[in-house]
T-cell receptor, first 114, second 112 residues
Framework: DVKVTQSSRYLVKRTGEKVFLECVQD?????MFWYRQDPGLGLRLIYF???????EKGDIPEGYSVSREKKERFSLILESASTNQTSMYLC?????????????FGSGTQLSVL | GQQVMQIPQYQHVQEGEDFTTYCNSS?????IQWYKQRPGGHPVFLIQ?????EVKKQKRLTFQFGEAKKNSSLHITATQTTDVGTYFC????????????FGQGTELSVKP
């Protein structure tokens, strides 16, 4: 089975801190994604990557950046955390299948910014 | 803003009753996927629909893709307590590089 591992299940940070959320997948997937999940808003795409060192903005990239130095690892960075970034963050990966890719999600990181 | 709208946001049913959640897109989709997220869990892929008017079944779950490929529905017959969770549709648009746009989700609770 595909395994997508997120480094922390719960994280508490202070406003202004730099925050790193790490995600690793073990199935050699080309595509990796970061979503945030908020009640009533569903999953919103922050950034995604279709290859190493490649990144594209999703629908809500403001306040975030990403890094993909290795195929299996996709990091989400909050340069200066703010309270409105308190949320559940979900990492996902998929194989490249010409538009039919299904996503495999990690268990999520619940981030609280105080 | 949200490009895939999903209703209702919440649905509470008695065990044995049926349940339906609906998704609507403002634009034509190349395909649509459905995911289930159990309480405290992460979304898990259920199914993908690709063809206009397509209907697929998984035991008590029936998935439909509209003729215009702009809407979809998930129907559960005779709900069970194991059906509890949030159901998400996720659409893929032709000119969006393959990325998925998720609906807001429908949270289903089932009273035994």
């Amino acid at each position: 089975d595909v395994k997508v591992t997120q480094s922390s299940r719960y994280l508490v940070k202070r406003t202004g801190e730099k925050v790193f959320l790490e995600c690793v997948q073990d199935m050699d997937h080309e595509n990796m994604f970061w979503y945030r999940q908020d009640p009533g808003l569903g999953l919103r795409l922050i950034y995604f990557s279709y290859d190493v060192k490649m990144k594209e903005k999703g629908d809500i990239p403001e306040g975030y950046s990403v890094s993909r130095e290795k195929k299996e690892r996709f990091s989400l960075i909050l340069e200066s955390a703010s309270t409105n970034q308190t949320s559940m963050y979900l990492c996902a990966s998929s194989a490249r299948q010409g538009g039919n890719e299904k996503l495999f999600f990690g268990s999520g990181t619940q981030l609280s910014v105080l | 803003g949200q490009q895939v709208m999903q209703i209702p946001q919440y649905q509470h049913v008695q065990e044995g009753e049926d349940f339906t959640t609906y998704c609507n897109s403002s634009t034509t989709l190349s395909n649509i996927q459905w995911y289930k997220q159990r309480p405290g869990g992460h979304p898990v892929f259920l199914i993908q629909l690709v063809k206009s008017g397509e209907v697929k079944k998984q035991k008590r779950l029936t998935f439909q893709f509209g003729e215009a490929k702009k809407n979809s529905s998930l129907h559960i017959t005779a709900t069970q307590t194991t059906d509890v969770g949030t159901y998400f549709c996720a659409g893929r648009r032709y000119n969006q590089g393959g990325k998925l746009i998720f609906g807001q989700g429908t949270e289903l609770s089932v009273k035994p």
